[in-house]
């Protein structure tokens, strides 16, 4: 199984910059090598963030953070992660890693991290 550990988040005022990172241990599949951001606010359903495919060929991402995020990943270093910039307050979520087959919006990921906590203060 793959396993994956979000790392980064923290306190930020708005308009600063994160960056979290997704660290992969464990055993891992071929078909499951697109990688993927989710986010949780309270009070609201899970959303989508971001994607990225093996190459970096293939990414996607939400219209709300398109120009302020981007995701890249490190395959010698088995990570990715997810550079936030001009943060808002309503970016202020738990934010997930996932693992999964294709790097859409829509598919299904198949594993998952344990979310590291993102807070932007105005």
């Known amino acids: 199984q793959v396993q994956l550990v979000e790392s980064g988040g923290g306190l930020v005022q708005a308009g600063g910059s994160l960056r979290l990172s997704c660290a992969a241990s464990?055993?891992?599949?071929?078909?499951?090598?697109?990688r993927a951001w989710f986010r949780q606010a309270p009070g609201k359903e899970r959303e989508f963030v971001a994607a990225i495919s093996w190459s970096g060929g293939v990414t996607a991402y939400a219209d709300s953070v398109k120009g302020r995020f981007t995701i890249s990943r490190d395959n010698a270093k088995n990570t990715v992660s997810l550079q936030m910039n001009s943060l808002k307050p309503e970016d202020t979520a738990v934010y997930y890693c996932?693992?999964?087959?294709?790097?859409?919006?829509?598919?299904?990921?198949?594993?998952w991290g344990q979310g590291t906590q993102v807070t932007v203060s105005s």
């Open positions: 464990g055993r891992t599949f071929s078909s499951n090598k697109a």
């Open positions: 996932a693992a999964g087959v294709l790097a859409d919006p829509k598919a299904s990921y198949n594993y």
